[in-house]
């Protein structure tokens, strides 16, 4: 405490560090390195050191609330988003905590740079919401998402198709179809036409709405008048 009212942070810092390698308990050596943490961020400004020592207390406690907040926090370090997204990936998985995971990839999907990075990490927390929290229908609904952003994402398609077929919910399905179909037709015509033959399978055979799959077969021959 001296040296925190003195402000002689580098000697506190040596102080923290050695009571750190004599610690009795795991719980006291987390705790005296997320200290460092925040002493290496607040008044060193070294968020790269700050993440370091926040590592090492998770490791001996991953479940310290102080620092796994703390690591919340430098996610909006852009700089280090990818270093502390992965640590955090880590730390959730430990703790078995599936909203937090599944909740740091849509933060990923937010920042991706490319429309790849997108579609890997929507694919991704697809996987934990379906197979880490149980939720089929939000796992769909974000490929949905995805593959009206993208049309031309086959993966996604395909995987919304195996999902559809779990939840039963090909109404919803359909209709991010014929979203996507409406953006690729003129755009990018023969995406449009392997949507719209997809989208009539759809209809005929899952929703029984021949009307609909006559509509999009009709989009069909349009985006590839030879067949």
């Given at each position: 405490r001296l040296?925190?009212?003195?402000?002689?942070?580098?000697?506190?810092?040596?102080?923290?560090?050695?009571?750190?390698?004599?610690?009795?308990?795991?719980?006291?050596?987390?705790?005296?390195?997320?200290?460092?943490?925040l002493l290496?961020?607040?008044?060193?400004?070294?968020?790269?050191?700050?993440?370091?020592?926040?590592?090492?207390?998770?490791e001996y406690s991953p479940s310290h609330e102080g620092s796994v907040r703390e690591l919340e926090s430098l996610l909006e370090d852009q700089d280090l988003f990818e270093e502390v997204s992965e640590t955090l990936n880590q730390v959730y998985r430990t703790l078995n905590d599936t909203t937090k995971l599944a909740k740091l990839y849509e933060k990923r999907i937010g920042l991706?740079?490319?429309?790849?990075?997108?579609?890997?990490?929507?694919?991704?927390?697809?996987?934990?919401l379906e197979d880490e929290v149980g939720d089929v229908l939000a796992a769909q609904r974000i490929l949905q998402h995805g593959f009206v952003e993208e049309p031309g994402d086959v993966a996604a398609l395909d995987e919304l198709e195996?999902?559809?077929?779990?939840?039963g919910e090909w109404a919803e399905a359909a209709s991010a179809l014929e979203q996507a179909l409406n953006k690729a037709v003129g755009a990018e015509p023969a995406t449009g036409?392997?949507?719209?033959?997809?989208?009539?399978?759809?209809r005929h055979e899952r929703?029984?709405?021949?009307?609909?799959?006559?509509?999009?077969?009709?989009?069909?021959l349009e985006c590839s008048p030879d067949n």
């Open positions: 040296y925190e009212k003195t402000e002689n942070y580098d000697s506190l810092g040596d102080i923290l560090e050695r009571r750190a390698s004599v610690a009795k308990s795991e719980y006291e050596q987390a705790d005296l390195y997320y200290r460092m943490a290496q961020r607040a008044h060193f400004g070294d968020p790269s050191r700050s993440l370091l020592s926040l590592r090492r207390a998770l991706a740079g490319s429309p790849e990075e997108r579609a890997e990490a929507r694919r991704t927390l697809a996987r934990v195996r999902l559809a077929t779990i939840s036409r392997d949507i719209a033959l997809r989208l009539a399978s759809w929703l029984h709405d021949d009307v609909g799959a006559e509509r999009a077969l009709g989009v069909a």
